[in-house]
């Protein structure tokens, strides 16, 4: 089968190091009943050693040609491949206790992370190779300069770790950034605090809209300084000085209010 040339539409950089191909297969740890899915299965660098620890494994891919190519190469007793957009797939058809892996296209990591943070209670647990200043922003803490928007969106629904560094050497063709793969665990629904989803995306969108700027200036017209005393929440500080925690506490305030 000639070679696949890989497309920068499709933001195309496959793995081609086996010894960080076995870290991330170690990190995932496969077991055969797993159902598992694959996000951009590419070349197969992953699906091949996954499919030999799963009983079946399902994958979504957009390329053509490499659609073609996993099922001439592959049985559809052991993958079906979901021929679709990641974006617009419905992870939800596949059942519950979903285990999603994937080395994610840089230029829709962010928004994929979102549409997937809609099946949470469906979801096991995702292991995700993105661009490492991605993952940084993801697992930032308060107060650190990676810490934003994307941090307290997903931190309030998972757990997330970064399981280990990529160099760019391990792909082809290499990206001009280095890569890092991301555990997320959703927490369970008990646990997630929130009146109103949109209402903590207003805040934290409108917070960290100008990140040197305090609470007070960001906020305005969403709350007063009276709101803050009431939250006990210093309006001097800056977005990235307050905790997930208290921007919970202030969409709430608000969704109380309305």
Do not use: W
Request: charge should be neutral; charged fraction near 25%; proline fraction near 7%.
């Amino acid at each position: 089968m000639s070679a696949h040339i890989p497309r920068k539409r499709f933001g195309q950089n496959f793995l081609v190091d086996q010894g960080v191909i076995n870290d991330i297969v170690s990190a995932i740890r496969p077991r055969a009943d797993d159902l598992m899915v694959e996000i951009g299965p590419g070349l197969g660098a992953l699906t091949e050693p996954l499919m030999k620890s799963l009983n079946h494994l399902h994958c979504v891919e957009i390329d053509r040609d490499i659609i073609a190519r996993l099922h001439k190469t592959y049985s559809p007793a052991k993958l079906t491949v979901h021929g679709i957009d990641a974006l617009k797939f419905d992870f939800g058809t596949l059942g519950d206790k979903l285990r999603i892996v994937g080395n994610l296209p840089y230029n829709i990591s962010s928004p994929l992370l979102f549409h997937l943070a809609e099946y949470g209670e469906r979801i096991h647990d995702m292991h995700f190779m993105l661009q490492k200043e991605v993952v940084e922003r993801m697992v930032a803490e308060p107060s650190t300069p990676d810490y934003g928007r994307l941090s307290v969106m997903l931190q309030y629904r998972f757990v997330m770790d970064k399981v280990l560094d990529v160099p760019p050497e391990a792909f082809n063709p290499p990206p001009k950034v280095d890569s890092a793969v991301v555990r997320m665990i959703p927490l369970p629904a008990s646990m997630i605090k929130v009146k109103d989803p949109a209402r903590l995306e207003q805040v934290v969108s409108q917070a960290f809209s100008q990140r040197r700027k305090t609470l007070r200036n960001n906020l305005r017209g969403l709350l007063e300084q009276a709101d803050f005393d009431a939250l006990g929440i210093d309006s001097g500080l800056r977005p990235e000085n307050l905790s997930v925690g208290q921007f919970i506490a202030m969409a709430d305030y608000l969704a109380g209010q309305s």
